[in-house]
């Protein structure tokens, strides 16, 4: 899951934007996984209007595309609101299965800046939600300029989602 929302346009410490680090970090993931892998893209943020209600796939978990999915996050500009717990719910709801070929654990990345703009539903909750619930899922979190409610958010996030 990738966070565009507004404050991903904000320094990313290093004299570029937040957004910038975040395409980069998803570049480096995507080029050390291995062929093939299930791979799919949810981002959240990018379109003003929708506000709170704004996470989309804008790519199905299947078989790696590398391109593709650089291809997707270039597409993306910083612009809205910041519905963590509301994507996590969604992508959680979107994986496959074991019985459509998953094998495994299964694991979601966040890549934001921690922001959430939208309070329900809490990110932390819904994520301790669907470690309870069964769902063999695993939360991982990269933040970006995270300090205080922002850090302490993903910190939590990974936590309850069995993640780091």
Same mark, same amino acid.
């Given at each position: 899951?990738l ?5 991903? %346009? *904000? ?6 934007? =937040? ?7 998803v ?20 379109d ?7 996470? =989309? ?9 590398? %391109? ?6 270039? *597409? ?15 992508? %959680? ?12 654990? =299964? ?7 921690g ?33 205080? %409610? ?15």
């Amino acid at each position: 899951m990738l966070d565009p929302s507004g404050s991903m %346009a *904000g320094n990313d410490g290093s004299g570029s934007t =937040r957004i910038a680090a975040a395409r980069k970090a998803v570049g480096t993931v995507a080029d050390a996984l291995p062929d093939g892998y299930p791979t799919g893209l949810r981002v959240y943020g990018a379109d003003k209007a929708k506000g709170c209600d704004d996470t =989309r796939l804008v790519q199905p978990v299947t078989a790696l595309d590398r %391109a593709g999915l650089k291809r997707a996050v270039a *597409g993306v500009e910083p612009k809205g609101d910041t519905p963590i717990g509301l994507s996590l719910r969604r992508a %959680a709801g979107g994986l496959p299965g074991p019985a459509h070929g998953s094998m495994g654990k =299964r694991t979601s990345l966040l890549i934001s800046d921690g922001g959430d703009t939208c309070q329900a539903p809490p990110p932390c909750k819904v994520a301790a939600q669907l470690a309870a619930s069964g769902v063999d899922l695993h939360i991982d979190a990269i933040g970006f300029q995270v300090a205080g %409610a922002a850090r302490t958010r993903l910190e939590c996030l990974a936590k309850a989602g069995n993640g780091r």
